[in-house]
C-alpha cells in the first residue's frame, strides 16, 4: 500500500467551528507532514512529526492544532479560523529514517479543500 | 538560503511537441531532487527523483531528468507530451540531513492540440 489518504475531501466550516482533517499511512513511514496550498502556489509546510513527535512548527497560528496519535495517523484541529485560511490542506509522509538516501522522498494525499466562510 | 527556481511559471505547447521545464537550485552540500505534477484539483504525484549513481533519471509517464551538479540545474524533459500532461510541476529539493523539502514556484504546462 503506496497510499497517503486524507478526509474529508471537501470542508467548509464557519469561522467559529470547530473541525479536523484526519491523514492516515500505511506504509510504516515514520514522518509525517501538513502542508497549506494556496491557488497557483507551490504548499507550504506548516508541521512535522517525527516518530509520534512534533518537530517542526513553521510559525504556524495556533488555531490551528496537529495531532499524532500513533505512526500512521496525523490529524489537524481547525478552531476559530479565518477567511484566509481557505486553502487546499496536503498531508504527506515520508520514510524518516536517518541516513537512508531517500529517506525525504514524500509521498503526498490528495488534499481537503477547506472553504472559510 | 536554500532555493529553488522554476525558470517558466507557465509552459504552452503544442500536443506531440517536446517540452522542457527547467529547475535550478542553491546549494554547497549533497542534495536529493524531486519533480512532482499536480492534476487540478488533487495531491501531489511523483514523478522522478535523483538520489544518487547516473545523472539521467526517468520516471513515469514518459518523463526524464537530468541532474548536472556543476550548473546546479535539474531539467524536466519528455520528447513528446499529451494532452493528458496538462498540469502543474513542480521542481524541489532536499538538502542532505533536513527534514525539509524546499519546493519551487511551479510551472504551468498547457498543451494546446
Known amino acids: 500500500d503506496t497510499e497517503v489518504t486524507q478526509t474529508p475531501k471537501h470542508l467548509v466550516m464557519g469561522m467559529t467551528n470547530k473541525k479536523s482533517l484526519k491523514c492516515e499511512q500505511h506504509?510504516?513511514?515514520?514522518?509525517m507532514y501538513w502542508y497549506k496550498q494556496k491557488a497557483k502556489k507551490p504548499p507550504e509546510l506548516m508541521f512535522v512529526y517525527s516518530y509520534e513527535k512534533l518537530s517542526i512548527n513553521e510559525s504556524v497560528p495556533s488555531r490551528f492544532s496537529p495531532e499524532c496519535p500513533n505512526s500512521s495517523l496525523l490529524n489537524l484541529h481547525l478552531h476559530a479560523l479565518q477567511p484566509e485560511d481557505s486553502a487546499l490542506y496536503l498531508c504527506?509522509?515520508?520514510?524518516?529514517?536517518?541516513?537512508?538516501?531517500?529517506?525525504?522522498?514524500?509521498?503526498f494525499g490528495p488534499g481537503t479543500r477547506l472553504t472559510v466562510l | 538560503a536554500q532555493s529553488v527556481t522554476q525558470l517558466d511559471s507557465q509552459v504552452p505547447v503544442f500536443e506531440e511537441a517536446p517540452v522542457e521545464l527547467r529547475c535550478n537550485y542553491s546549494s554547497s552540500v549533497s542534495v536529493y531532487l524531486f519533480w512532482y505534477v499536480q492534476y487540478p484539483n488533487q495531491g501531489l504525484q511523483l514523478l522522478l527523483k535523483?538520489?544518487?549513481?547516473?545523472?539521467l533519471v526517468k520516471g513515469i509517464n514518459g518523463f526524464e531528468a537530468e541532474f548536472n551538479k556543476s550548473q546546479t540545474s535539474f531539467h524536466l524533459r519528455k520528447p513528446s507530451v499529451h494532452i493528458s500532461d496538462t498540469a502543474e510541476y513542480f521542481c524541489?529539493?532536499?538538502?542532505?540531513?533536513?527534514?525539509?523539502?524546499?519546493f519551487g514556484q511551479g510551472t504551468r504546462l498547457t498543451i494546446n492540440p
Open positions: 535523483y538520489l544518487s549513481g547516473s545523472t
Open positions: 504527506a509522509s515520508s520514510q524518516g529514517l536517518a541516513g537512508a538516501p531517500g529517506r525525504n522522498e514524500q509521498f
Open positions: 524541489a529539493v532536499s538538502y542532505q540531513g533536513a527534514q525539509k523539502l524546499v
Open positions: 506504509m510504516g513511514h515514520r514522518a
